[in-house]
């Protein structure tokens, strides 16, 4: 995968650790389904809590602006359905 996302100024603030810790999500969670995508996630996000790695609601509105980026309007709203899952587990 591609590592040009984590130059986007809007994450320029980002600690490198989160970074690095996004693009291996990124990679292990590429060609997931979408079925298997949300507890992956929901895994990924309790594993970098345990690992002191926490994200701010800024941190996380930016990556998911960045992720946005590019993507067809099926693909954002596919982002969006996974973050709102998420927020309704949570």
Known sequence: MDT???NDPKLSGMDKNKLEMLQSLAEQGSGKSPADLLPFLMNAA????NNGLNFSSEEISAVLEVLKMGKSPEET?????????????R
Request: net charge positive; no cysteine.
């Open 77 to 89: 709203a596919k982002i969006d359905r996974i973050v709102n899952l998420m927020k309704m587990i």
């Open 46 to 49: 309790a594993q970098g809590k």
């Open 4 to 6: 040009n996302w984590q």
